[in-house]
Structure formats: C-alpha cells, structure tokens
C-alpha cells in the first residue's frame, strides 16, 4: 500500500536473512547483521542517503568482498471470508401431558483472513562493483509472511549458497 516498512522489520529480514545466509555459506564469513550496521551508521549511511553510494564503495567501507541487497514488496490483495452454523436438534419423550418435547442448540462462526501479493528482488554485488547475481521472484504464498520462504527460495539459487 505505498508504505515503508518500519525499521523494526526492516532489520528483522535482515537478521532473518543473515541467520539462513550464516548456515549456508560453506568457506565464506557472513557479517553479522550488527556489524554491517554500526559501521554504516559511523561512515554516515543510512536510507535517505544511501543510494548515493555504489555497492562498491559500500563493500569497502564495510570491508566486505560481496553484498547482499534486496527489496521486498508486499501489497494488500483480498479478504478471505468464512462462514458456517450447525443446529441440533433433540426429541424425547415428555412424561406430562403435552407430548414430546423438542431441545435444539445452534451456532455459527465466522473469520476473516487478509491476503498479500509478495514479490522479492535481491542482488549481490562484488567490492569492484559488479552485479553477480539479480533476481526477482512473486511468492506463490498470500500469507503475511510469505517473505521467509520467498527469502530462502531466493537464497538458495545465490552462487554464494552452499547445501
């Protein structure tokens, strides 16, 4: 819907990221997400000013060979609305007079659920500036957090992933 994620998200992928990316690597080193932040913030980095930057210049102000970016785009589609009721229903014989007697109960629910549309772009660019990899991929998902597997299915085709 047109809105930035908060910060607190916006680090959580990246944390989620870097926890899938460290277990996958092989013989490289992952910087931790903590790191790769505190050095950007001391250098003067941050998201209004970065895409002054090449991902070069990035990748030797972080001392890092390779960087990881990526965009995850996430927009409210429909609503999923269900419904139902049961009744029951009981007869039985009154000993009194007025014949049978008739016992029901019912009761209905109903829930809501929101659905997303998901696509994801990431890259991954070398100290000398060179896109090695760039990729975009819509989730088949409608849930909420369809990022997390679309974040992994994205991970594992890198040529930094290791099984």
Known sequence: DKQSASEEMTYKVQTECYTFLNNHVGELTIQDPITTN??????????ENVRGYTMGEICNILGVEYIVTGTITQNKTYTSN?????TNAKSGDNKSKTGKIFKSSSSSYSS??????TAMTMNIYTDK???IYSKDHSSFWPTNDAYKITLQYMLKRTPIYKK
């Not at 505190?38 to 998201?47: C, F, P, W, Y």
């Not at 809501?112 to 549309?117: K, V």
């Open 38 to 47: 505190a050095t950007l913030i001391k250098a003067g980095i941050n998201q």
């Open 82 to 86: 269900y419904q139902g009721s049961s």
């Open 112 to 117: 809501s659920t929101q659905n997303f549309q």
């Open 129 to 131: 500036n060179t896109n």
